[in-house]
């Protein structure tokens, strides 16, 4: 890395991120302002919007509705590799309790899984960079991505002729927030975030009054039999070197007390890593959901529909290792840690999968470190530290959003030509 | 009785009865209105309208807005014994599926408990006892009431000053269509329909990503084990010779695939006979919900609130040989049955308990003589034949209404002073 | 009734009983005797021998081996009616756990059913009988029956011929001591003790070292499972106002921590009141344990084999009216109660069944009376009064005893002809 | 490693390994006596009788009743290192299903984990190494370990005195046959078994006649319930990337159909690699076991019991990687595999923990290679090829046999001198 531009012991990182401080309180209330309006998957218009009005302010070629509501910035700043940055943008169908001032104003939508800091982090990178594109030379790529929440949008954009547009990147970039001490980063190489599988199962009994179940074949008891047998799933199908998680993260059934109802919906959702513990999963789950409605004398078999998939997302050693590289000389080596695989999922794979190129993804914490350390000496972490989905999930302002953007930018700027 | 002023060989009853074939049309025309426009309890605003129309029509006095949407007519006609007259208006919160061309035009409710055939046929009755009055004298009360499927609209008009505004009656006479063969009534004399105790319990866990169970107290689980837990209730703490149902109408948590809710939520519906047997239900019930919330450790102790309570309904001996013995001349023998105790509720007995009348409360038949005939050589009524509160449930016209109108008319006169 | 050679102002019954003062504490010497020697079904021999010596004393005509271990006695007394008197002499694989001192002396076998003190009363009886066998005429026999535990004993001695041996009784009486308050006796005419089918359920799963389940089907949770669903069949299934009890008195699988056996067994109990009940349950409890074994992906179907059934006990209802009008006026009005239909059941049944005589089969209580309206007035009669089959279960020896003679006393006298 | 003494070529093992041929056909003699007299634990006097006699027939010092029936053989040849060889030779209470020819000739024990083959194993590696003595010179303890099962025998002969009485050697090495192709072995550095906590758990019920549910507390469905709730511990309360096992090996409750029994018991068997896994599922199985028993009603709390525990087995790196280079040398690098961490347990480390001397434990296969390529072929490896403590575990004789015999006689040599 040749850095013969810039002041002696700087780097074009250096420069590029020095105007943070300038911008950082800004992009904190570009943030309180996403967080309070949170849109559904595919739903996303007007953070789409205000995405597109940004990129367009910073000087961007902006691209929109690509793949429904996604907005592609591109930033073409001579030659040099390209590197496509991705953030996603869409909101979960979560109830906020966090009690927070800038808090959704949506009811029962919730910023839980911090896009909106994604989306406030890539914006900010990009104000740098553009900023900066006198250190750097090369094609920056923005993708803003709808509907990651049910694995849809990133096949959605790319389905939409996202690299017919942009052409094949050298690198896909990603970042996720998340319950970890606020500027830390952590990438693991590899599989890094699990296969999902989200199935629908509906099952079928027969209503009746309920004063009569004699009269019914009663879908409550049904589904509750079913859940208790799917937990077994993962107690007794998969071996303890093995990994796999198996929710059911909706149980509907009835409305009142007095009625009987005919039909009873689960939700599951669904984390692997390998082709063949999914085999297994998947299976086991379609012959529990069957036995169980057969032991009931269910009138109909159940149904069992797809909601989404997500593939593995296997960082790329090669690309891990240079991006975390730059992490630690930005960093220091004391706040860039290796997550482990994790048990989340991502689309983001499917750019990578797209155009061929290498992916890295990385997290970056999101909880107030003081909190963080207390819950670890209580060794209470994974119950006191509310994580991605929660409707108490809600990361620190800063560091957060300062650390966000510094990893965006320092990756990237890891992979651009820099002077 | 004497029937002095009819022809020779009939009765005051033969004579008001006569006009039914010519009403029974434009009854089985309301009753379609009726059945397409359900409204839920309490709001039965179109039902008491028409209703009170329909009174005013008829000649009676009419007063309105008792107990929100009660609506009562009194026809006061010579001295004589007072008789109540009873039925019910509200719909159910169930979506209709019996794909009838006067099905529910309101997504999500309707007449799934027959209150529509009720109303009809107490109109039916009142129209012929109006156009009849020749043949006998008293009063008459026709009360319509609001929210039975809540168990709170026959105490709300009590509260709202019925026995105040119309006096205290000699008898109390209601009826409930049912899954018996349409041409036949019955009635049992003594407990006659359970006493209910409606209860919403609300689980609290702890919320987290799909992925991260570690980080949650499953709410869906914790559902599971208990509604599998509550079912020991009746198969373990009640003994085979006593009488209790504990059905979970509905249990409802999380909305997606890939969140762990917070909280989930049970409407259970209990139905005992005795206060004993309630005590030990309601006390089982109690520790099953917080023995299964302590073993899943959740952060909260449940909460368990009571929707409503209905109490048991006793008919009175003397009042139900009575009626019952004129339903046996009106019908014959062979179309009068007892049907036992039966595990549905009603708070019919609150206009009983608040006025010290007795009561007389039967059912009549309203599935098709045939299929109900067909059902049971195969020993499948309980399940083949759509019980009330199904989404089949739907009784067939004639000759429910026919049987309905004469059943009411027919125990009216068995109290009234005929001619 | 002529009791023209008894004192003026006494009965036949008085005068037999008279002699009962002075045999009670024998009866109690040789009680617990027999309590401290339980046999198990078919076993009995030491019990049959000591039956078998004691009729002999009395100078009746003995039959030993009849339905294996099965012991008659026969007291022909000149004309008259022919009276069978029945006690059944089998103990439970049950570990007594009374602290008695003259508890079992067989290590997990117990007389928790009180077997024993109905050889002791029908032995009390007939010594009352065969020395006041001037009062009376007519013929006694009376039946000492093995293996009634298992259902088998009393089929046993009619298939080896008993109605041969000894002709047609014109009825059958038989008496059962429970958890009542001693000195009292109890009857229900009509359907008194259910039908029961006891089944022994193996569901077949593969064994596997206990650290990897993922090699196994665990049959222990398969059972488990089953166990949780069986639940349902009486919570469910039955109607409100229908009876039927479900037990799983045995579950057994396993003998280690660290090995995840090939399979489970389940042992049930099923009672029932009615044909169509007992199918409603039968075919339930297949449906499940079949749909269970399918849930858990079980190598081959369970095994599903009937270890015994009993029929319903019907008490005539002729035989129950005169039988209870003696015991009216021995006892008074105030012990006699009706116990309504029992769960319980007993194969006494088949006696009347073969011969075509009418049965009337009564409880009398063994319970403290004064610990037994403690238990009541706590409303706790049901869990702190040990019922037959506890291994607390232990009939206060006195006025337990003295009852239970009387009982039996009267009842045949209330049938033969009395001077 | 010098091996001047030796043909051009060829090493000390060569050397030693040499007499194997020979020697192979008696040592499938002894296997196949001692697998037809499998002892339990701390019961293994025949096992240890033959032991002793075989180790003084071969010259060496032989000490016996070490940790009650522990054997100990030295052979002291001079000066150089000390290994410590170790087999463990205690059987199972499994009945085998094997079908063999030399199956278990005692009812209901079975050397169903192959502890049979250890001790052939190191016997015949002893028989070769004390031939071949002049290959090597330093000093050999072998071990011969009762109670490996119940995680006993090892402590034992520690606190029996073992390392006062044969000092303290350089390495500890011990071996298992398991479910992997014959002729193959297997090593993982790090923590290769996992920890075992072995609980006995009590549930108190209330008895009762199967036919009075009301009168019990039911302890089959109390232990159904928990068995089922006891699955969320590993499917709900550990992470996707930690490892827990819990497995519910025996439940046992009652022994009748008609009898409710007082109490059913649990036999629990756990596995963690972490302190933290296991204090979570340790807390986990406690919290359930009390709350299942809470919302039963219990009418007292559960009585847990530890059987057994065993630490986690680490292999030490450099011992490791010293044996596993010695293995790729005799057997070729496609023989020698990496199993990763095991959730099997085994108290062999308590002979590194005791003495301070790193530990090197490996497998070696037992699998017919045919059958276990097909199995894989179809991915049915974990289901079809019988693992250790299954009633159908059953090494093939050979090359089972002198694969173990030579990884013992390899892996010693490769620590002590040889010339």
């Known amino acids: 890395m040749s850095d013969a531009g810039h002041p002696s012991g700087t780097t074009a990182a250096d420069t590029v991120l020095a105007g943070l401080p300038q911008t950082a309180p800004g992009l904190a209330d570009l943030y309180r302002d996403l967080h309070a309006h949170p849109e559904l998957s595919f739903q996303e218009h007007r953070t789409s919007g205000l995405v597109a009005e940004r990129l367009g302010a910073l000087g961007l070629e902006v691209i929109t509705g ?198 009873a919906e689960l939700k599951l959702n669904i984390r692997t890593y390998t082709d063949e513990v999914r085999a297994t999963v998947l299976a086991a789950v379609r012959r529990i959901v069957e036995g169980e409605a057969a032991a009931a004398g269910a009138p109909r078999e159940p149904l069992i529909e797809t909601l989404d998939t997500f593939p593995v997302l296997v960082n790329d050693a090669g690309a891990t290792d240079r991006t975390l590289t730059a992490f630690r000389g930005r960093f220091g080596e004391e706040r860039v840690f290796d997550p482990g695989p994790a048990t989340g999922s991502e689309d983001c794979a499917a750019f990578g999968t797209a155009s061929g190129a290498p992916v890295c993804y990385w997290f970056f914490g999101g909880t107030d470190p003081a909190a963080y350390e207390k819950a670890q000496k209580s060794g209470t972490v994974a119950r006191d530290v509310p994580s991605n989905h929660s409707p108490h999930f809600a990361p620190v302002v800063e560091p957060t959003l300062t650390t966000g953007v510094t990893a965006m930018t320092t990756a990237a700027l890891s992979w651009l030509k820099t002077r």
């Open 66 to 263: 690509l793949g429904r509501t996604g907005v592609v910035g591109v930033l073409a700043n001579g030659a040099g590799p390209h590197v496509l940055l991705r953030a996603d943008f869409d909101a979960l169908p979560v109830t906020e309790q966090t009690g927070l001032p800038y808090a959704s104003t949506t009811d029962g939508v919730m910023h839980a899984c911090g896009h909106d800091m994604h989306v406030t982090c890539l914006l900010g990178a990009l104000d740098l960079l553009a900023a900066g594109r006198d250190s750097w030379s090369g094609t920056i790529t923005a993708v803003f991505q709808p509907a990651e929440e049910i694995g849809a949008g990133a096949q959605a954009m790319v389905d939409d002729g996202l690299f017919d547009r942009v052409g094949i990147p050298d690198v896909v970039l990603g970042q996720h927030v998340g319950p970890f001490p606020a500027g830390t980063v952590g990438c693991h190489p590899g599989p890094a975030l699990a296969a999902t599988d989200a199935l629908k199962v509906t099952l079928f009994g027969k209503g009746a009054h309920g004063s009569r179940p004699e009269a019914a074949v009663d879908p409550v008891v049904m589904a509750a039999a079913t859940v208790m047998r799917l937990q077994t799933v993962v107690s007794r199908e998969i071996a303890g070197g093995d990994t796999a998680v198996v929710t059911v993260g909706a149980l509907n059934a009835g409305t009142t007390d007095n009625v009987i109802p005919d039909t």
